[in-house]
């Protein structure tokens, strides 16, 4: 067998030598992208911001927790902008502080937990999906900056009242499915409403929109409503939207 020249092995080497470099800069670039401080756990999503990913056993043991507002590495203070996907799942909360800080609340954020009321700062815009699903939520503020409450948000909860604000656009499939609501106003802002949004509640009275566009399937769905107002805007409204209600009167516009 031929030596290998050294004209023919140059090229081999710096092909190595740079993978070696790019595989110790993202070895080095996921140590500073995670970390722990004050019983939670980071990670840096942009150049000022964090999301916070959980909390450790002894931060969660009391069931009461208070997502800080900032966090640091040891060198750099970060915004907290995001509650991460699944971050508190199941962890027997029932409370939970969040900071002003916050701007997105992720999917599963506090899934199956056993909180009673929750405060929605005014800097949060979206609230994930399965967000607050399956807690024993009996109150809600959701803040006015809210945009987007995503599917099955607030499922299976125990919600008598809500006021949704004017930011808000889009309630999402199965957003307050099984809950305990008696009256719900859609404001003028929201221009869908997913399929089974209020399924499975106990609503006498609701006033829609003007914007609203789309009603989903079975929004409605298993209520004890008299009477309903469809808005001006409604193009589209789905299937069994308002069955097994106790309707007597439906203005439907031309």
Do not use: H
């Not at 750099?76 to 962890?91: E, H, L, M, P």
């Not at 309903?228 to 805007?233: A, F, L, R, W, Y």
């Amino acid at each position: 067998v031929l030596p290998m020249s050294p004209a023919s092995t140059a090229p081999q080497r710096g092909v190595l030598a740079s993978f070696a470099l790019l595989l110790v800069s993202m070895m080095l670039s996921a140590q500073a992208f995670a970390f722990d401080v004050g019983g939670f756990s980071y990670t840096v999503i942009g150049a000022m911001n964090v999301e916070v990913t959980g909390c450790d056993v002894a931060s969660c043991v009391d069931k009461d927790i208070v997502i800080p507002a900032t966090a640091s590495d040891g060198s750099t203070t970060y915004s907290v902008t995001t509650i991460g996907d699944s971050a508190f799942f199941n962890k027997g909360l029932t409370s939970v502080t969040i900071p002003d800080s916050v701007t997105t609340i992720g999917d599963s954020a506090f899934y199956f937990n056993a909180l009673t009321s929750v405060t929605i700062p005014d800097s949060v815009t979206t609230i994930g999906n399965l967000a607050f699903n399956v807690n024993n939520l009996t109150s809600v503020t959701i803040g006015n900056s809210v945009e987007t409450i995503g599917r099955g948000a607030f499922n299976n909860n125990r919600l008598t009242s809500l006021t949704l604000p004017d930011s808000v656009t889009t309630i999402g499939p199965y957003a307050f499915l099984k809950n305990n609501l008696n009256t719900v106003t859609i404001p003028n802002s929201v221009t869908t409403i997913g399929v089974s949004a209020f399924e499975d509640n106990n609503l006498i009275s609701v006033t829609i929109g003007n914007s609203v566009e789309t009603i989903g399937g079975s929004a409605f769905y298993n209520n004890a409503l008299t009477s309903v107002t469809i808005g001006n805007s409604v193009e589209t409204i789905g299937g069994s939207a308002f069955r097994s209600n106790n309707l007597n009167t439906v203005t439907i516009p031309n």
